[in-house]
């Protein structure tokens, strides 16, 4: 969603089935994120989901960041991605 190239592209279903379950590889998480937006995606790729970040702290961190994704605090918008996209997405579903 982020960068607009799916996850494990060009790669068969049995590919990413030994890199996920077999091997637990997770996917990149993209450069010029925001840190908090970066450590809770991190934590959304945890192999366990006991160790995955509850919806609140997802949605805490998304609202906490959107004036570090909006520009309004310099320009922290990134250079590889359209985050204000991104976010107004976010915001409408």
């Known amino acids: 969603m982020l960068t607009g190239v799916q996850p494990w592209c060009g790669r068969s279903v049995e590919e990413i089935y030994d890199l996920v379950v077999k091997k637990h590889k997770k996917p990149t998480i993209p450069e010029g994120l925001p840190p908090p937006v970066e450590n809770i995606l991190h934590g959304c790729f945890e192999y366990d989901f006991k160790h995955r970040p509850l919806m609140t702290d997802i949605l805490y961190v ?3 960041s959107r004036n570090a994704v909006h520009g309004d605090d310099g ?13 107004k997405w976010y915001w409408l579903h």
């Open 75 to 87: 320009d922290r918008t990134g250079e590889h991605y359209d985050f204000k996209r991104i976010i």
């Open 62 to 64: 998304f609202r906490s």
